[in-house]
């Protein structure tokens, strides 16, 4: 009788310590901490989106994920949000062939004819009008840099300096698998996490001075003569912008 007794003193006690915890109540809390999340595509159609000016990879949507495929001789394509962002939270899905690099950019735009007086890596002035340039998270099989920022059509190359060493890679990047990203971005500082590792924590003030909103861009890159079709798919695309 005693043992009963101390038994339900003790759930009593779980119960109102919270110690013990409901199921439902975690699906509550995991719904919770997803508030102010909106999807940015609808499992259904390319609605919100965009192609860039120039590329001409394809686009559609495939078994519930938005399906990116080469196209040979097409430079990098990328698939633009209609709509910009500045400061957010971005986290989605990706699966990217083994043999393709890809990468999603952020707060990025077209080339007018004020970035054309810009100059590049190489001491000219950029000559790429309608160029989607701006910072980009790489996305590639393992070992590789993906999660790192890249100044795509920058003229800077690497924004993020691990990659700039010699042999530095990770394995973060599950190959042939889905592998879930989010992307932190507020202000100059830019952090990127792979299947929950974190990868890059970048704070580049002349990147935010340049880009400090602009288009979500999904990429397919461009490939070499005799090589592909090669293909990249995205799907759970949703966005919470800082207030």
């Known amino acids: 009788m005693k043992k009963t007794i101390v038994s339900i003193t003790l759930v009593a006690f779980a119960l109102a310590t919270g110690f013990a915890e ?8 995991e719904k919770k901490g997803k508030k102010g999340f909106v999807s940015l595509f609808d499992g259904k159609t390319l609605e919100g989106w965009k192609s860039s000016t120039l590329g001409s990879a394809k686009y559609s949507v495939v078994d519930g ?4 495929e080469t196209v040979e001789g097409s430079p990098n394509t990328f698939l633009l949000s209609e709509k910009q962002y500045g400061d957010f939270i971005l986290e989605f899905e ?7 690099n890809s990468g999603c950019q952020i707060r990025s735009r077209e080339k ?6 810009t ?17 980009q998270v790489e996305l590639e099989a393992s070992p590789g840099q993906a999660g790192y920022i890249y100044g795509e059509a920058t003229g800077r190359g690497w924004l993020s300096p691990e990659p700039q060493e010699k042999d530095h890679a990770h394995s973060y990047m599950k190959n042939g698998e889905w592998n879930k990203i989010r992307i932190v971005a507020k202000g100059a500082r830019i952090q990127t996490f792979i299947n929950g590792n974190a990868v890059a924590d970048l704070s580049d003030e002349v990147i935010y001075k340049s ?7 999904l990429q ?8 592909g079709p090669f293909d990249v798919s995205w799907k759970d695309i949703k966005l919470k912008e800082f207030k």
């Open 119 to 135: 100059t590049g890596k190489d001491g000219k002035p950029a000559k790429d009008l309608n160029r989607f340039f701006g910072p």
């Open 65 to 68: 994920a938005i399906h990116g």
């Open 220 to 227: 397919v890159h461009g490939i070499k003569k005799g090589t």
């Open 94 to 100: 990706v699966k990217v062939h083994d043999s393709l």
């Open 112 to 117: 007018t004819e004020a970035d054309l007086a």
């Open 211 to 217: 880009h400090p909103k602009g288009h979500i861009g």
């Open 22 to 29: 409901d199921p439902a109540d975690s699906s509550k809390k």
